[in-house]
């Protein structure tokens, strides 16, 4: 037998046959040479004239002899057959296929209807005729091929077009989504870090002061050591929590130890953003706003200060995510967020501003799951949280605190248009960003781009307006308060506090602006690259805001006791750096004094430092003029022409505002 193509596909008419056939053989479109009989020549006698309208074949190209042309065979394709020849053997065409293509018969030919073909060539019974493939076919009088087997089926198309999805990704949650989501997380906390690690100054004032707080605390914790002052009638925070953990990693790793623990709650503050972020939109939204949030100067410089602030956002950030979590969950287990939102509190007193954005979450969250029943998820929470705190409050000498550095804290004179103004450029364009994604989400609440999303559910307008108006509206509690008091001192690290409820929204915002399936991406990245570069110059300027005191220190070191009476600027400093020789007992500030002189007679402010400077009452006084310059002016002119005081140093310093000098004078007689 043999081989040839199983399937026959008809193709178009070569143009250049009839020269192949001139020269010696004929192909078909498939370069097909099909086989001729031993001898056989197809050319047609020398003597027999060509019909009309055709060319003669070369001279020469007879008949063979013993070769005789039956006439029922068809002639061959490209060649005229003469008067009296029938056509050319092996190329029968059958009834219903008519004669070979490109070729005119000549009158009186017809087709003949019997197909001779030398034995030896199978023609499939189920496939039609085709000379340029199947030159010879079996005779009708030759038995034909036995059928297939009963057990083969026949054969079927070689390809197979699959079912089309109606959407070309799957909006359900997947392994590959998490771990991708989970990388570009990955990525914005190093970020986060880098910018935070790349801050170095010495002991700020607050850092020192929480710092040696958290030792003495220690101290009286561990070994019943008196304290030297009550720092729970001042401090804006309970000394029994953050003072004692970061004293904790004071004596492990000094103070770069403390400040990593804030960059630990730093960086799980980002990483909980995100998560309750993804449960309340989707994992795009989480990634953005927690994107915005790790650059911004807040959280930039907080990752790398050792103060209360770090850890009281990171609470609230913590019962924001139980409160999200929780949503399907029976109502009594938001109680889980109550403990959490307390020790915020307690943390920090200011914390108490954003605990009622936790408490309405809880019912926007709740609703959507539970309908009314969400209510009483949102007062059972409530119910909690005020419990605690009452009890803690209370039950602990901690009100004075609370009062003086919280709820009646001292005015300043510090202007609206000036605290709205440092709040702008601290805050304002990831709250701007927060405020659009809040409007586009209230137009549109779809948040998958995929056409199968349409047919899901989605929050009413209603409940999305008030989403939106909560999270955006807590970034405004901070700079609202700051202007109520009239002052900026905090008002940078606030103003965080309020960014990590926008930040939702701020994600939400950057996704429509980059559009469906990332159309604008530029956008996106032209925002990201501001809020970057306003937060590093924000923070590297923040950083240096007060003067390096490594020299201070190392001057004024061998000059200190256990048993002198000193006067400082900034005293916390030299008792944090110095705690092994003296103690927050022997150190006089610049804000407030006390005094009595040896003639008995009481003297109070400014009035207190003239006194007890011409009495010779401090050993030692170091002035900055930078934390109180009034009073570093009144104490400076005392010791001027003082017989009791000579200057022992002069120290120049670089700050974000310019230079300075730290000086200091020490008590001769």
């Known amino acids: 037998m043999s081989s040839r193509p199983e399937y026959y596909t008809p193709q178009p008419f070569d143009p250049y046959a009839e020269e192949e056939q001139q020269q010696g053989g004929w192909f078909n479109s498939d370069g097909y040479i099909p086989r001729q009989p031993h001898g056989y020549d197809p050319r047609p006698p020398e003597h027999d004239r060509q019909p009309q309208g055709h060319d003669r074949q070369p001279p020469g190209h007879g008949q063979p002899q013993g070769h005789d042309i039956p006439q029922d065979y068809a002639h061959a394709p490209g060649y005229d057959v003469p008067q009296g020849y029938g056509h050319a053997p092996g190329l029968d065409v059958p009834q219903e296929y008519g004669h070979a293509p490109g ?49 083969e089926e026949p054969a079927g198309p070689g390809y197979h077009v699959p079912e089309t999805p109606e959407v070309g990704w799957d909006m359900a949650a997947s392994r590959r989504r998490a771990w991708v989501s989970r990388a570009v997380l990955l990525c914005v906390l190093a970020v986060q870090a880098v910018l935070s690690l790349r801050l170095s100054n010495t002991a700020f004032q607050d850092e020192a002061l929480y710092l040696a707080a958290g030792h003495a605390e220690l101290q009286h914790l561990l070994h019943g050591t008196p304290l030297p002052l009550d720092y729970g009638a001042y401090f804006s925070g309970s000394p029994q929590l953050y003072p004692v953990l970061a004293a904790v990693a004071d004596d492990a790793l000094g103070l770069t130890g403390a400040r990593l623990l804030s960059l630990a709650f730093m960086l799980g503050t980002t990483g909980l953003l995100y998560s309750f972020s993804r449960r309340l939109f989707n994992e795009r939204a989480a990634l953005a706003g927690a994107a915005l949030f790790a650059v911004v100067q807040s959280t930039v410089v907080m990752g790398y200060f050792a103060t209360y602030d770090a850890a009281a956002v990171f609470l609230l950030a913590l019962a924001t995510w139980i409160v999200v979590r929780t949503d399907r969950a029976p109502v009594p287990a938001v109680l889980l967020a109550a ?171 950057v996704t429509r602006l980059i559009g469906a399936h990332f159309r604008y991406p ?42 002198g009476h000193y006067l400082a600027s900034t005293p916390e400093v030299p008792v944090y750096y110095l705690r092994d020789k003296t103690s927050h007992r022997q150190w006089q500030g610049v804000f407030a004094l006390e005094y009595t002189d040896k003639k008995g007679t009481y003297h109070q402010g400014d009035a207190a430092y003239r006194a007890a400077l011409r009495d010779g009452e401090f050993d030692l006084v170091v002035l900055d003029g930078l934390t109180n310059p009034r009073v570093d002016d009144i104490v400076a002119h005392a010791v001027k022409g003082n017989r009791h005081y000579r200057l022992l140093a002069d120290l120049p310093f670089r700050n974000s505002s310019g230079t300075g000098h730290y000086r200091v004078w020490i008590k001769t007689a």
């Open 103 to 151: 070729l005119d018969v000549p009158q009186g030919y017809e087709h003949p209807q019997v197909h001779g073909v030398p034995q030896g060539y199978d023609v499939p019974q189920d496939y039609g005729y085709d000379p340029r493939t199947y030159p010879y076919q079996q005779a009708d009088d030759q038995p034909a091929p036995a059928p297939p087997a009963e057990s």
């Open 522 to 563: 530029q956008l996106g990245i032209m925002l990201w690259t501001a809020t970057l570069c306003l937060g590093i110059s924000q923070a590297d300027w923040r950083y240096g805001v007060w003067p390096d005191s490594s020299k201070m220190i190392q001057v004024i070191g061998s000059h200190v006791d256990g048993k």
């Open 339 to 509: 403990p959490v939102a307390a020790l915020a509190v307690g943390v920090k007193y200011a914390a108490a501003l954003y605990v009622p954005t936790i408490i309405v979450l809880a019912l926007l969250t709740g609703r959507p799951h539970k309908g009314r029943t969400a209510f009483w998820r949102m007062l059972l929470l409530a119910l909690g949280v005020g419990v605690l705190l009452a009890a803690g409050m209370y039950g602990t000498d901690l009100m004075d605190g609370v009062r003086k550095t919280t709820t009646n804290r001292d005015h300043g004179s510090d202007g609206t248009a000036f605290l709205l103004r440092r709040s702008a450029e601290w805050g304002g364009l990831m709250f701007l960003t927060a405020v659009g994604g809040a409007v586009s989400y209230v137009r549109r609440s779809r948040m998958n781009e995929s056409p199968a999303a349409l047919r899901l559910g989605s929050p009413g307008r209603r409940r999305r307006a008030l989403l939106g108006l909560v999270l955006c509206g807590t970034a405004l509690l901070a700079p609202a308060y700051q202007v109520h008091l009239g002052t900026v001192v905090s008002l940078f690290k606030h103003v965080g506090f309020g960014l990590l409820f926008a930040a939702p929204m701020a994600g939400v915002g």
